[in-house]
């Protein structure tokens, strides 16, 4: 604010070292009659400003070094005015977790895939994110070439506008629960923007058995017209209960069915189990007539069940 009339005035302002002019300078209720010097150090006249009333000039700039830096502005011949900014650096980094199977069976693999980019504006320093496998997984092996150990990754500087990527392989080894794996990126540059530092994903395991079948005959070489009887045994490994199990026995020519210890469970070549709860096992008895001579044959009998079944091979 001027107090006394000038004809013209003039105005330096010389930019501190951390901070460059972006942009061509603008002046409000004033005519900018002479613009010198380089961008960082500017020098108007301005004419013609009444008694008490203003010229505004915008200078629009870019900190580029952290730092306090003090910036002088000379008006004519009045005595000159300081503002200092405090200039930080500040990286703004996001973390990204997936999972590449979110509904898995006991035993299964999977894989934890876990981004980091940097927002910036500014490099980030000393990055790290912790990750520390909850209940239910067991690490098996990742990609990052030694940076992760004990549920800590140390990834390093990230440039601005960087990104980097691990992926985590685990075996699932629980059953009938939900999992949610968390990731947390930090650094020592700064963030001010640290909701989106933080990502999980989750997985949800059903109940999974391992049904085994074994089948034995009492005589592998028998006559036509000898009674053979077929033993078959189920046992479930668990770790969960197996429902509405089943066993497929369809009897082969060359042996006319008898009769069977099932309690009436087993009929038209099925036997019907139900439910076994784990380490538990079934046992059925079928008598045959052998009707055939000079002849190979082969019985086969397959277990299934609702649940899930981790090990299909010896079913």
Do not use: F
């Not at 002046?27 to 613009?35: D, F, G, K, R, S």
């Not at 997984?137 to 990754?153: E, F, I, P, Q």
């Not at 089943?246 to 020519?253: A, C, F, N, R």
């Not at 309690?263 to 052998?290: F, P």
């Amino acid at each position: 604010l001027v107090t006394d009339y000038r004809e013209v005035v003039r105005v330096s302002d010389l930019l501190p070292e951390g901070i460059v002019c972006s942009m061509a300078s603008n002046v409000e209720n004033a005519t900018l009659i002479q613009y010198t010097g380089s961008s960082n150090a500017q020098m108007w006249e301005i004419k013609d400003i009444p008694a008490k009333k203003y010229a505004l000039i915008t200078i629009k700039a870019l900190a580029i070094k952290e730092g306090i830096w003090n910036n002088t502005v000379k008006v004519w011949d009045y005595p000159p005015v300081n503002a200092t900014v405090n200039v930080s650096i500040n990286a703004d980094l996001e973390g990204i977790k997936v999972v590449s199977d979110q509904t898995p069976k006991y035993g299964d693999e999977i894989t934890w895939t876990v981004t980091v980019i940097n927002h910036g504006p500014n490099d980030a320093e000393g990055v790290y994110v912790e990750d520390l496998l909850p209940y239910g997984l067991s690490y098996v092996s990742d990609d990052s070439k030694g940076a992760y150990a004990n549920g800590k990754w140390n990834i390093g500087d990230l440039k601005a506008g960087g990104e980097a990527v691990i992926n985590i392989k685990t075996i699932v080894d629980i059953v009938e629960a939900t999992i949610t794996n968390v990731a947390v990126v930090n650094s020592t540059t700064p963030d001010d923007n640290e909701s989106n530092n933080k990502d999980n994903d989750t997985i949800t395991v059903g109940p999974s058995c391992d049904l085994e079948i074994t089948k034995i005959v009492n005589n592998s070489n028998p006559k036509k017209d000898e009674i053979v009887t077929w033993t078959i045994i189920v046992y479930n490994h668990g770790p969960s209960r197996a429902t509405d199990v089943y066993v497929t026995d369809l009897l082969p020519e060359g042996v006319t069915y008898l009769s069977d210890d099932s309690g009436g469970d087993y009929k038209n070549g099925v036997w019907n189990i139900g439910n076994m709860e784990r380490h538990s096992e079934a046992v059925i008895k079928i008598k045959t007539l052998v009707t055939l001579s000079n002849k190979t044959i082969t019985n086969v009998a397959v277990v299934n069940s609702t649940t899930p079944d981790t090990t299909e091979s010896n079913n």
